[in-house]
């Protein structure tokens, strides 16, 4: 029989914890964002640095959020780590804003975007559908995943594992036969611009990278219902962020032995045009199953993640109380999945998700900022706390992280300050709900 912790079932495996990461992070935005960052960085030395640099930044917070994790292996990831640095306030605030935006307006992106693939794919002229169809589609799926993450938390990371290893293979086959029979031009990677540097790689095609590898700390989400989580979640966020990192990096070896760096400026699917490029029109249909496996699994990973920091928040008593509820047979929290759910859905049918999560960006970055921060925050103040895992390499590890992720959030400020402080006072919207669920947890007590 296994274990249980806050009634959740310790059931995921570390494979499980590195493929719902996995799963997470390569979604659309290794299909698109090189096109785009061809226009800011004309140069394919720099732009093979820019996404390694972005996987060495990813392997450097995995290194430091693995301390927290080790430390805190409950339900909630950062949640639960900004409650113990800062007070709950801190983790209340990072849990609203994903409650309120971040993952219903994820899921409602990436249900669309799953949509949008599938349409051409299984039907002859999307276009004469109605505008309807695709909201139907992203509606279903975000339904089915959610009943499947409702009925089991295990079949639910089995489909993750089968979902996001069915991508990788594709991923691997069509890269290897463009490599090995393709027509490229490894010629393309003599591109070089004078204009570049090392300050155009942290400027906005950094931001772009940045996206991409988003979402690398997921398994945090669901350490309470892992085995051993002590060990599997550090081991979950290292191993992912590697494989991540290779599978990017050869994945624009791939883009720029397509297609040299001018002809990909502005490109938005990137990846069908590289493809079609070394290996004719015919794999098109394969490139679509590909993206619509890697969307279909950063869907399921948001919808099984999520709800675990409504659920620890509910359990602390400054959230809805039946937000902590657990189902008495599937052990899953059936409330926390069933509004993240509903939230999505609306979100879909409004429209409005994309200029919402764009709000989000620069509050998400704070949020890895203080998180990482928290490491350094415990050590001065609770150096008696038990660490399983430390941080290699610390403090250097843990201030190279939080300092180049400052210098990304300054130059998303300065690039749209607006959107940012609108982003804040979303988030402040939550002060008021805390106090009221805060004073009523004293008075109940």
Not at 400 to 405: E, G, H, L, M
Request: one cysteine or more; aromatic letters at 14%.
């Amino acid at each position: 029989m296994t274990e249980k912790s806050d009634g959740l079932r310790k059931t995921l495996s570390p494979l499980d914890a590195v493929m719902i990461v996995v799963g997470n992070v390569v979604g659309v935005g290794i299909f698109t964002t090189t096109g785009f960052m061809a226009a800011d960085l004309p140069d394919a030395r720099w732009i093979m640095l820019a996404w390694l640099f972005g996987g060495f930044l990813t392997l450097l917070g995995a290194l430091t959020y693995g301390e927290l994790g080790a430390m805190f292996p409950r339900a909630g990831g950062d949640y639960v780590y900004l409650r113990e640095a800062y007070g709950p306030w801190a983790g209340f605030l990072v849990g609203w804003i994903g409650f309120l935006i971040i993952n219903p307006a994820s899921i409602a992106a990436l249900a669309l975007g799953f949509a949008e693939y599938l349409l051409p794919v299984v039907v002859r002229d999307p276009a004469a559908l109605p505008p309807l169809a695709p909201k139907l589609i992203a509606i279903a799926a975000i339904l089915v995943l959610t009943f499947l993450n409702y009925a089991s938390v295990r079949w639910a990371s089995r489909a993750q594992n089968l979902v996001s290893g069915l991508n990788l293979l594709i991923i691997f086959c069509i890269v290897a036969a463009g490599l090995l029979w393709g027509a490229g031009d490894w010629a393309h990677f003599e591109c070089r611009s004078e204009d570049s540097s090392i300050f155009g790689i942290l400027g906005p095609p950094m931001v772009s990278v940045f996206f991409t590898y988003s979402g690398w700390f997921v398994s945090a989400y669901v350490a309470s219902e892992m085995k051993d989580p002590q060990k599997t979640l550090p081991f979950s966020l290292i191993v992912s962020s590697i494989i991540v990192t290779l599978v990017y990096v050869v994945i624009n070896v791939f883009y720029i032995y397509a297609l040299p760096i001018p002809e990909m400026k502005g490109i938005v699917d990137i990846g069908r045009r590289t493809s079609e490029a070394l290996l004719g029109s015919g794999v098109s249909v394969f490139v679509s199953v590909m993206i619509m496996f890697a969307v279909l699994g950063s869907l399921n990973s948001v919808i099984l993640t999520a709800p675990r920091i409504y659920f620890a928040m509910a359990r602390d008593g400054i959230f809805p109380k039946i937000f902590g509820t657990v189902h008495p047979e599937h052990q899953t929290p059936q409330w926390s999945i069933a509004a993240q759910a509903v939230i999505s859905c609306a979100l879909v049918l409004i429209g409005a998700f994309y200029q919402l999560l764009s709000y989000s960006v620069f509050f998400m970055l704070l949020t890895s900022v203080a998180t990482a921060a928290a490491v350094f925050v415990m050590r001065r103040r609770n150096p008696e706390l038990e660490r399983p895992y430390k941080v290699w390499g610390y403090p250097s590890t843990t201030l190279v992280f939080v300092v180049s992720y400052i210098w990304i959030a300054i130059r998303i400020f300065l690039y749209n300050p607006l959107n940012a402080i609108i982003g804040i006072c979303i988030t402040l919207t939550g002060v008021p709900f805390y106090l009221y669920w805060r004073k009523r947890r004293a008075v109940e007590a």
